[in-house]
């Protein structure tokens, strides 16, 4: 007995006539199509930016559209971005909101209020078949059986006591002791589960030189140190580079994990498939690949994950499946 997980990210709608959209309800169609016969051992998780820049419209659109996958035996995880709650995805506090990017000069007023928090709820979390967990309380754990499966998804974009700039992130110091208890019991009364970590933006460092500046987790450190050793995967999005790490190591440090899963952009033609070297580094200057990427992951248990990269073939409503 297995369980799958599909993960999407990054769907980045923008209005009803954007290519995202037309790509995502092709791509809802042939997920649909592919895994019917197991969909009820299937599970979609989206790690955010589901919408570009937090507007109502916006919400009202894709709403209908991961109902689309939320039907059939299928389940759909959401979970927020930076674009799902701030305008232009720019999170942040006040005085934060002059900074140099380079050659560039940037002057945002930040925005972060209950409103787009709101939007989200009514059009991306209402109605789901995870309603019990898909709520604001993170992070939302889910656990489920044949296989013993535990999942945390964390809430990025929490700005508890963090001092944002522009498009980065942060877990609040409430949500980081929740997850480390919670982490803790389950490993201390379900040693043999497998373990997942989803959230939007990736915990550490990667080799761009504007990463610290506007998209990384500004407390991935104290995040690290939490997860090490004891999970099994770990999705994200965010930085739009579709990566698997199966090497332990990041940039060249054990990092105590041994599934590292970076989705792109779903919904974007021109998804950037990267390589990753053996002491965890991304060739991040040259892309191997391009196209409409996901992931696929059996689990059967902790020694036996089966990762299989997906390319979303619209042309003849198909997935090409690439085991990694």
């Known amino acids: 007995m297995s369980k799958t997980i599909i993960h999407l990210s990054d769907l980045h709608i923008k209005d009803s006539q954007c290519d995202e959209v037309k790509y995502f309800k092709k791509i809802c169609q042939i997920i649909k199509n592919i895994y019917k016969d197991i969909a009820d051992d299937t599970l979609i998780i989206i790690t955010g930016d589901i919408v570009d820049g937090a507007k109502k419209e916006q919400f009202k659109i894709v709403g209908p559209l991961i ?140 080799d761009n030189v504007s990463d610290d500046l506007w998209h990384q987790l500004v407390n991935g450190d104290a995040l690290m140190r939490v997860i090490k050793n004891k999970i099994d995967v770990l999705f994200f999005g965010h930085e739009n580079w579709h990566f698997y790490n199966k090497f332990g190591k990041i940039n060249g440090i054990d990092c105590g994990i041994p599934h590292i899963l970076s989705c792109s952009n779903t919904t974007d033609a021109k998804g ?43 042309t003849n409503n198909n997935i090409i499946k690439t085991e990694v």
């Open 67 to 206: 109902d689309l996958l939320d039907q059939d035996g299928l389940t759909v995880w959401p979970l927020p971005g930076n674009h799902d709650y701030a305008p232009d995805g720019i999170i942040g506090n006040a005085k934060t909101a002059k900074r140099n990017r380079g050659d560039l000069y940037h002057s945002y007023k930040f925005v972060y209020t209950e409103k787009y928090i709101d939007e989200f709820s009514k059009n991306i979390i209402k109605n789901r078949k995870l309603n019990e967990i898909c709520n604001f309380s993170y992070p939302q754990i889910l656990s489920l059986n044949n296989p013993k499966i535990w999942l945390f998804g964390l809430n990025s974009t929490n700005i508890e006591e963090i001092d944002f700039k522009g498009g980065q992130g942060g877990i609040g110091n409430a949500q980081m002791n929740f997850l480390e208890e919670e982490l803790n019991k389950v490993l201390t009364d379900n040693s043999d589960a497998t373990i997942l970590l989803l959230l939007h933006h990736h915990p550490f460092k990667l």
């Open 272 to 314: 950037r498939k990267m390589t990753v070297t053996s002491d965890g580094l991304i060739n991040w200057k040259k892309p191997e690949m391009r196209g409409l990427f996901g992931w696929e992951i059996e689990i059967e248990n902790k020694e036996n994950i089966w990762i299989k990269m997906l390319q979303f073939d619209l």
